[in-house]
């Protein structure tokens, strides 16, 4: 479309402007992912260069090098001890046998009882040979469980086999350590390399101290990240790779915990990309048509939910810091006690208060004819038992919930907003409403940008809110859906919710291979929303608007 | 609002008069909300002092009176399990959240290292995963490390602390607020980073660290999801939220209603009095956090 | 007490952002040196680079003979001021001023000696056990000046240390600084935006623009003898006036043509273009606002022009004036020199003819825009 210059632009008119804009907008989506995949690429492009300069550097390091820094492309750190670093050479050395010991010599660890293997513990090797890495209709692991019989006794007894999970696990510690085992023998051959410049230049080779030194220096960087990096790296970053593998398994947890603590163990198979196709499935009966349902409505309530608290707890901050209303700190204090009160006390409560049972719920029912009538032309006697009703009640009480929030960060904000925009504004004429649509809102917009985006994700994903108000019902008749038997979607289930409930079963047995999945659908659909609002907001876009 | 002439010819009322009804309807606007903010903790202290019924009734103040309900709790429930169990959880993920999430946030905002940028993009994506995944391995692993069940809460605090270092944002924001010339300063006055870390930039920091160290208290109080999933069933290993959640469940609500709001008042006494006592830091981070994304 | 060596330095930020190259100065023991030059000229850089807070691309940066590049900021032996004094806000003044003393072990007595002195020197000995945000600008400006007079160390360096004060503290602060070199004794590196005080502070100063060095001098040499159209145009205020015209050579003479006028150029410039060799071209001819004289009207070498605007400074008038052709030129007059008729006549409007001295005009080539006689 033709882009207009600045003066072409100021001359249309409000309608003419927004329609432009909202062309422009549509039209950049392209750009948008034009600009990621070319970055993607870019960082293609520099990893490229980067391996071929380090091959170049390695064979640069191996031609000059003397005997000592040949050698340590086998043996490793013998570079490092040749010249003087002894403890670094030694740790680099150390390194190796224990990988050589992990990946060949680890004996596959026996029964006590029976003396039969019972596949706990295999070398790496054994691991990486057992996954059958994603091929379809094959098992993750080989030796399956049997029945046998124990001559000796007299019974019979099962003949342990590997377990999918553990070999699953174990065998991505193997690629895991052997990725590692590569970059230890090109940090070892740097390092040589290093050595030898150091060495040609004469100057002198920094000593283990200097280096322990260091770390609390120019490398505290180091000393500082590296345990949140082994944190993240073990307890998220590892679990996150193992689900997303096993979304291309059919791992449903067979004997559940108790069958693993007794020894039992399952083998799964690789289905590829069954399990996506799945929950894509959109034809009549297929999960795609519950994933689609719950997709809009996870939608529609991160928006609503979103938005409500946003403007209402804005407007709340807006009343208390009024000039002339007193007692401020208690109006605040009263809505801070809702951020106090661990949230499953106080919405477990409210949840119960309208239910039939609770005071509330039995007041609407026993004295508010129209809610009445209402519940009775839907055959129950609760709110929560009309989708519609349970719907628009959790945004209600969300926005109980969130105001709190959105009135202690914005009353920060209009405290920043300076005085002087007011003062204009009065003198050039602006009554109270449009000094809030001119200055506040845009200002404040300008400012929180970032957290609407948090605020937005955060209740894309909000779980608390929905299990403990509303636990994801009331059930979804319409849906049907065989193959899911007792997990189908209630009418409140945001995607999360579901999620969780396809991973604990509820009565109805893990699916993890779906709860996987779906994870991996949900974080798209993150990842794009996110792509999408954080190029809508201002913030990021003028970013010197308000500065 | 002082010569406000356009608003006097529209209304026929002065400035001041027109600021004096627009103040009385915030009055009323801010007493409404205040009742119905308050509603439901009367409500729940009301109910848990009710000694005739266990159970859900359609009134609110009680016949009668007692703290029956609260001695029932000490002595027939594993509720001070779970109360302890969720105050060790809370005070060591304070403690050590609050060392990852420093120690990668001063990072992140204040030395420049080779791969900066790449480490907070690759978080973020990492963070757009729905979390609770995780924990199928983990609950696997810890499984056989004997980390579920009853020692859940021991396996929690792993699970809380190890990867708490993704939420570095707010306290971020904080340490992009200290001048970098700081650090300058000192590093020409002749400290090492390590120095500029404890005693120049630490100093600075006690709003961000109360702010980190309370949030860090809070998150077991609040956590249901993976808390539930790693206790498994097991009562001994529940926090109280899980444990409690349990109490109302379709079995026993007629019995263990009036329990479960003693209970909560219980739990909420201690966290609301440390929350409200650090209130300050807590308004603070928020507003800091905010605005600088 | 050292001296500081730069060899060929460069900084490159990111990929391709050249920030400071080709940067070689020898900077002698105990001599007070400044970089000016416009905002983004890269003499910051160079100083934080000396300081050792940014990484050398390319070069080297000496400190009393030794290669510095690899050493940290505290093995440098070095004291910086910055333009927003980063005092620490949770120490008192005596506790900023003792920081590097404390971190170096130095034993109570001896911090305290070096300390007070240092305080008494500079006039904030009362204000000790305050803390800095209880200090107005110009106090901190002097703790932070005290932070680094306690160290006693090789180089001083300061970031603009007075861009942050108003006017009038500044001119106040520009005179402290002078008198406090004389006491301190050590080498100094000064950076600054403000040609005034690279004028008054500077034993020499070096000129930047775009990362490179324009012109190193005493501030009398830059002053009379700008390497460069740049460095005339940044050096004195009002600025140069420039404008395209004609050096012509009439046997043993050379004149100027611009507007019409001629005007012969006498004194050692004449000596100089002659001794060059220079022949008749197209130039590009400074001449400095109070290098300007009252003319005759019709007088060959008058350039006739009208004021657009007087600005009475008191000692001198700066009338901004347009020629014939549209050009606008600034004339400093002082005022000591000037009748009360001819003070009268100088209104916006006015014709003037004005002309200029010989022997104090400076010739620029065109294309390069360099000084003719450099």
New interface residues.
Partial sequence: MKQLNALEYLKLNKFQRFLYDFKQFFCAIPGWFKGLILAFLGLVKDFAIKIKDGFLDIIHTFVKGNWAVKLSFVIFGLGNIYYGQIARGILFFLFEVAFVVYMFFIPTSVDVSSGLPNYRTQSGLNWLKSVNWFETGNTVGTIQQKPGYDYEYDVPITIPGEDSTRVLFNALLAVIFIIAFIVTWRLQVKQCRICMDITASGKKIKSGKDDLKSLLDDQFHKTLLAPSIIGIGLFTVLPMIFMIIIAFTNYSDVFGSIGLLNGQSELYQWVGFKNLAELLNFSEGGIGVAFGELLVWTLIWAVFATFTNYFLGMMVAIMINKKGIKIKKFWRTVLVMTIAIPQFVSLLYISKMFDFNGFIGSFLYNNVPFIRDYLVANNTNTLWQVPEAARIMLIVINIWVGIPYVMLMATGILMNIPADLYESAQIDGANGVQQFTKITLPYMLFVTGPYLLTSFVGNLNNFNIIFLLSGGGPTNFDMNIPSLEGLVPGHTDLLITWLFKLSTGSGAGARYYLASALGILIFLVVAILSLIVYNVIPSTKNEEDFA | MKNNTSSIKKSGLGAKASRRISNTLIYIVLIVMTVVWLFPYFGIVLESLRMESTGRVDYMIPKEWGFGNYEYLFTNTNFPTWFINTTIMGLATAVLQTFFILSMSYTLSRLRFKGRKFLMNFMLILGMFPGFLTMILIYKIFGDLGLTHANAPFGLIIVYCASSGMGYYVSKGFFDTISKSLDEAARIDGATRWQVFYKVIMPLSKPIIIYTILMGFMAPWGDFMLARFLAAGDDLGKNVAVGMWGWLQATNPSTMYTRFCAAGVTVSIPVTAVFLALQKYYVEGVTGGAVKG | MASVKLTNVKKIYGKNTLAVDNFNLDIADKEFIVFVGPSGCGKSTTLRMI???EDISGGTVEIDGVVVNDL???DRD???V???Y?????LTVFENMA??LR??KVPQDEVYKRVTEAAEVLGITEYLTRKPRALSGGQRQRVAIG?AMV?DSKVFLMDEPLSNLDAKLRNQMRAEIILLRKKINTTFIYVTHDQTEAMTLGDRIVIMKDGLIQQVGTPTEVFDMPCNLFVAEFIGAPKMNTFNTKLVKEGDKYYVTPYGAKIEVTGEKATALAAKGVGSQNIILGVRPEHFVLAEAGAPDAISCQILVNEMMGSELHLHVVTENGDKLIVRIPTVSLTDDQRRSLVQGAPLHVTCEGKVMHFFNVEEQTNLLV
């Fill in positions: 300081a050792g807070l940290q900021p505290r070095i004291a910086m910055f333009q927003n980063a005092l620490y806000p949770h920081f590097s971190l170096k932070r160290r």
